[in-house]
């Protein structure tokens, strides 16, 4: 993300001419998404709320307005412990759901 100062306030710029793909993803009170990476495609998270994310083996609290970005090849995942996450989630690279590689799933998907 590059935030670009204006005369009237900021900018913040995500992407700019690349392929992508943008979503927001709600993760319920405790709930977690699946331990995944991605062998075609890098993720930015922009936090919406604070919340919590796991990247390899470390787990941490990303505050509000933080700005993470997960290589590809890299293990992680989101999750939420007391209350609502939301993230503005941008796939740079070859959006294919069969690039999603899952290690750990709660739900029991493959």
């Known amino acids: 993300m590059k935030e670009v100062k204006k005369p009237w306030g900021t900018e913040k710029h995500f992407i700019i001419n690349k392929k992508c793909t943008v979503k927001i993803l709600h993760i319920s009170p405790n709930e977690i998404l699946s331990l ?9 998270w922009y936090f919406l709320t604070e919340g ?6 470390k787990k941490f609290k990303v505050k509000k307005n933080s700005f993470i970005t997960i290589p590809r090849k890299k293990l992680h995942r989101l999750f939420a412990k007391n209350k609502n996450v939301e993230v503005l989630e941008i796939c740079t690279g070859k959006f294919d759901k069969n690039d999603e590689i899952r290690l750990e799933d709660k739900y ?3």
């Open 36 to 44: 995944q990476k991605h062998k075609k495609r890098e993720e930015e």
């Open 108 to 110: 029991g998907r493959k």
């Open 52 to 57: 919590y994310i796991q990247v390899e083996n």
